[in-house]
């Protein structure tokens, strides 16, 4: 009996450590700046934040992107990278001095500085929207009062970036890229940000620790307080991982950077490093938006059933972004390439109402109770609006032949 | 601390405006335009607006210069070409200053130092447009939605007489 109580208290003392040890190791650091002035002490806090946030999520995109060609390889009935280090594992080290060494080609006729600068501002972005995601329990880099606000402010400049990539380049296939990214984030940006509605409106708050402490425990001590798993969250969490798809460029919307179609896009005219930022960009914009879909509806750094709660809450949020990461790959593997038609359609005629309707589900919920007579209630609007729009957009009788305006 | 960051951030501020009234091609000038808007956020978020900050990102950077770069690229030809100077836009910007100028001066019924900042949290924004400016927000969605109709009708493909 005390043998068991010292037992548990050891246990759930070792778990406490291991889940705060980050944040532990950041205090000792700050302990040594204990006698310099206010504000050195809180530029050095910030400083040890930025360098864990690009170590953690430069060797995760090293990583990423080493385990994404093993997956597609086993997808494709193929080996994947196999030759570099143990199981193909010292491919991004490769890949990073080969790009590094490569000579940097700027066109003639290009906008030098713009060229320059795109690659820099489009990382930047990513990077920045990284900073608001709370990866664990007291593991927030930078507690912003509008925390969700600020992730989509930042992302909202990866547009004008691409505009640069695209016009710096004085390039047609560039230009054209460009251009169909810009179209296809914009459209997608709608829905991205109507989904995250329901969730800010039932928490009442726009700071993401806010979200997740709002997710915290379990209904009948089994199923997770997560949003996913109310009728509104589950469609705004689908609609949501849509439209990420679409914003990072991946497979099956990858139109902007369609090979056989406009060489490469935007990237057509880089080279070297600045291709590998543009690369590495990309990447880091999916984990921002993964994370950011772990932490609005997957509950987090909360752990799916209360007996593992011992394991630490960082661990649970890498989990979950992993899990989602491999979906993006998997899709990758699956799906073929959309039109840039096919994808408009689906942004301004599924997507968009289906968002509103999660907005509305979500009101119907808090006002039913959130119980389960709102949980069925919110299931019933989202149903019958889902059926009401998918009788109005079929087009099974109105296939015609295709008609080309512009190349007969 | 906040007194140097407020020179450095007038001076990006103020030299990006510089740059967009004076550069030579118009796509430089108008990525200047958006870097001034940056330091503009950036002013709001030293004085403590966060919610103004970031909707001035959002809503400047994110859409309205993507919007005057595509009206760009749309409607001229000589994109790379350089442009002149325009004696009537500065005429015109000197007059909107002096005007500004002015009022600001003639201005009693608002203290203009202000004696401490306030942070104000966005639920407290939330709050008052859901209450006190509910109307000027309807209004606003109801114009906002009849624009998009109208622009829905304006490229709507019209059907030809067979």
Request: aromatic share 12%.
């Amino acid at each position: 009996m005390i043998n068991d109580s010292i037992d548990g208290f050891l246990h759930r003392n070792v778990s406490k450590f291991a889940d705060q040890v980050f944040v532990n190791v950041k205090h000792w650091l700050l302990s040594w700046l204990t006698a310099a002035p206010g504000w050195v002490v809180q530029i050095a806090s910030s400083l040890i934040n930025i360098f864990a946030l690009l170590a953690i999520f430069l060797s995760l995109f090293a990583l990423m992107s080493v385990l994404e060609r093993k997956i597609l390889g086993r997808i494709q009935n193929r080996y994947g990278p196999n030759r570099v280090g143990p199981f193909g594992l010292l491919q991004p080290m490769a890949d990073g001095i080969k790009m590094l060494i490569k000579e940097d080609i700027v066109p003639a006729r290009a906008d030098k500085l713009v060229h320059f600068l795109a690659p820099i501002l489009i990382a930047a972005a990513a990077i920045l929207a990284l900073g608001v995601i709370p990866y664990g329990r007291n593991m927030t880099p930078f507690t912003i009062d509008g925390g969700i606000l600020f992730f989509f402010a930042v992302g909202s400049t990866t547009e004008l970036a691409v505009f640069m990539a695209g016009w710096g380049s004085n390039n047609k296939f560039s230009m054209l890229g460009a251009m169909r990214a810009i179209a296809q984030m914009i459209s997608y940006e709608l829905p991205l940000i109507i989904t995250v509605l329901p969730v800010v409106m039932v928490v009442g708050s726009l700071t993401p620790d806010r979200i997740v402490a709002a997710q915290t425990g379990y209904t009948f001590g089994l199923v997770p307080r997560w949003f996913v798993f109310t009728p509104w969250g589950a469609t705004a969490f689908i609609l949501f991982f849509v439209s990420g798809l679409v914003e990072s460029n991946r497979t099956p919307f990858d139109v902007p950077e369609g090979e056989s179609e406009i060489v490469a896009g935007h990237m057509t005219e880089y080279s070297g490093f600045k291709y590998a930022t543009f690369f590495m960009a990309e990447y880091l914009g999916m984990f921002a938006i993964t994370g950011l879909a772990a932490t609005l509806f997957l509950g987090g750094w909360h752990s799916p059933v209360s007996a593992l709660e011992f394991i630490p809450s960082y661990v649970w949020f890498f989990a979950k972004l992993g899990a989602l990461l491999f979906v993006y790959v998997w899709l990758r593997g699956t799906l073929p390439r959309t039109r840039i038609d096919q994808i408009m359609n689906f942004a301004w005629k599924f997507m968009l109402p289906m968002s509103f309707t999660c907005v509305i589900a979500a009101a119907v919920w808090h006002y039913a109770g959130r119980g389960l007579r709102g949980w069925l209630w919110s299931l019933f609007v989202i149903v019958v609006v889902y059926t009401i729009l998918s009788m109005l957009l079929d087009t099974q009788r109105k296939f015609a032949p295709r008609v080309y305006r512009f190349a007969e | 601390m906040s007194s140097v960051a407020f020179v450095l951030l007038a001076i990006l501020t103020l030299a990006a405006a510089l740059a967009a009234a004076t550069l030579q091609k118009l796509m430089h000038a108008t990525l200047s335009f958006a870097v001034t808007l940056v330091g503009i956020a950036a002013l709001f978020f030293l004085l403590g607006a966060e919610f103004v900050g970031l909707v001035l990102v959002f809503v400047y950077i994110g859409a309205v210069a993507v919007l005057i770069v595509f009206t760009i690229l749309l409607t001229r030809r000589d994109v790379g070409k350089d442009r002149g100077a325009n004696w009537n836009g500065a005429l015109l910007a000197i007059a909107v200053f002096g005007g500004l100028t002015w009022a600001i001066l003639k201005t009693q019924s608002v203290a203009i130092v202000g004696s401490h900042i306030r942070v104000i949290p966005v639920k407290r924004i939330g709050e008052a447009l859901m209450t006190s400016y509910v109307w000027p927000l309807l209004c606003m969605g109801l114009l906002l939605t009849a624009a998009l109709i109208g622009a829905l009708v304006l490229v709507m493909e019209e059907k030809r007489n067979e």
